[in-house]
């Protein structure tokens, strides 16, 4: 990334690329790099950095960078909200993937999604759940130049609490866009409350791989539950001592890279 510019995707290995990793957030553009590099050792590997603002759009943006770098169907790794992208366009296109890996996706029915926050911020100190609740409310009504700063130092924060034994350095710089955050996830929020998200799983084809730390916030049995009621092929791997991100973990990055390798052809 230079300057105020964002690249449409990166490429890792040898083209054709024959998977692709998708980010979380929405809005956090390059976070699922260190993934996509360790893929890419063995095959091709595209990285798309997400800048529609609307689910449609995030959609027919995938669409587009894999018909330009990939080979169909492609493996889709995503991460978090880019779980539910990959849902999304295997849904859609199912000739087009070829297997689906979900790593920390969120829950798929609202019922598990209700005490999230509440436990990312009991795992905060006191002075950052107040910075935490002052960063949300610059967020919601931000200065020239503020609201994006707040975004990114309240990921920072929401990356401790989700984290359960982090190494140092280990995540990725990113560029956060709160905007696109702003539109993205709503709408896709309220899929899942009215469960047409989850309703999608009839659609997919393909072998679907779930893998979820056993300290993410984000409950493990809002994906394993649902999802196992609605795939004919659903793997679910849970990682000890792991939270939100297990390529940081400590205890959990060499299980969870390979479960990951064995899982991506």
């Known amino acids: 990334m230079k300057g105020d510019s964002i690249e449409p995707a990166r490429m890792y290995g040898k083209p054709p690329c024959t998977a692709a990793v998708l980010h979380g957030g929405p809005g956090a553009c390059g976070e699922v790099a260190p993934v996509a590099r360790e893929l890419g050792r063995r095959r091709g590997v595209l990285e798309p950095m997400q800048q529609a603002v609307s689910v449609e759009g995030e959609i027919r943006e995938l669409e587009g960078l894999l018909e330009a770098h990939a080979r169909p169907p492609v493996t889709l790794v995503g991460f978090s909200w880019g779980a539910w992208l990959a849902w999304l366009f295997a849904a859609r296109f199912p000739s087009r993937v070829h297997k689906?890996?979900?790593?920390?996706?969120?829950?798929?029915?609202?019922?598990?999604?209700a005490g999230i926050s509440d436990v990312r911020f009991s795992r905060l100190r006191p002075e950052e759940q107040t910075e935490a609740g002052r960063l949300?409310?610059?967020m919601d009504h931000p200065g020239a130049g503020e609201a994006?700063?707040?975004?990114?130092?309240l990921g920072k924060l929401l990356e401790r609490a989700d984290?359960?034994?982090p190494v140092p350095g280990a995540a990725e710089p990113i560029r956060p866009r709160l905007e696109l955050f702003q539109r993205v996830w709503p709408e896709a929020a309220e899929m899942r409350k009215s469960g047409a998200l989850l309703e999608l799983g009839a659609q997919i084809a393909c072998p679907v791989v779930?893998?979820?730390?056993?300290?993410?916030?984000?409950?493990?049995e809002g994906v394993r539950k649902p999802l196992s009621l609605v795939l004919d092929d659903f793997q679910f791997i849970l990682l000890e001592r792991c939270g939100h991100r297990p390529w940081i973990e400590r205890h959990a990055r060499d299980a969870f890279f390979r479960a990951l390798e064995s899982s991506v052809p």
């Not at 689906?100 to 999604?113: C, M, R, T, W």
């Open 100 to 113: 689906l890996i979900l790593v920390a996706a969120g829950p798929f029915e609202d019922a598990y999604a």
């Open 136 to 138: 949300m409310d610059v």
């Open 148 to 153: 994006d700063a707040a975004f990114a130092r």
């Open 163 to 165: 984290a359960f034994d």
């Open 210 to 220: 779930a893998i979820h730390g056993d300290h993410d916030p984000h409950p493990a």
